[in-house]
Nanobody
Framework: QFQLVESGGGLVHAGGSLTLSCSAS????????IGWFRQAPGKDRVMVSC????????YYPLDVKGRFTTTRDDAKNTIYLEMTNLKPEDTDIYVC???????????????WGQGTRVTVSS
């Protein structure tokens, strides 16, 4: 078992951008799909993006499609989430999780990181 580590969160104004990073030590992530999820206190994690192993496909829910982009650099063992045109309702803690090869249900993901906080002011 391994744990992912997120970074890149912060405070931005509405309309601004942030890029989050997800990485791990001691394990090669190239055979894992990586999902980015948002999590509010006391609520379930909600997927905001996912990228299959080898970047064979990506997934975005409608509320972020066109604003969020996930990419991966397997040479750096890092997966990115570029968030643009941020809105106050995007404020949350963002965590990444790993699943074998392809994006699937939330229950398929594990190795959760501690998360990184994103705050969007109006």
């Amino acid at each position: 078992q391994f744990q992912l580590v997120e970074s890149g969160g912060g405070l931005v104004h509405a309309g601004g951008s942030l890029t989050l990073s997800c990485s791990a030590s001691g394990i090669n992530l190239d055979s894992y799909a990586i999902g980015w999820f948002r999590q509010a206190p006391g609520k379930d994690r909600v997927m905001v993006s996912c990228i299959n192993a080898r970047a064979s496909d990506t997934y975005y829910p409608l509320d972020v499609k066109g604003r969020f982009t996930t990419t991966r650099d397997d040479a750096k063992n890092t997966i990115y989430l570029e968030m643009t045109n941020l809105k106050p309702e995007d404020t949350d803690i963002y965590v990444c999780g790993a699943a074998h090869w392809i994006c699937g249900a939330r229950s398929d993901f594990g190795s959760w990181g501690q998360g990184t906080r994103v705050t969007v002011s109006s």
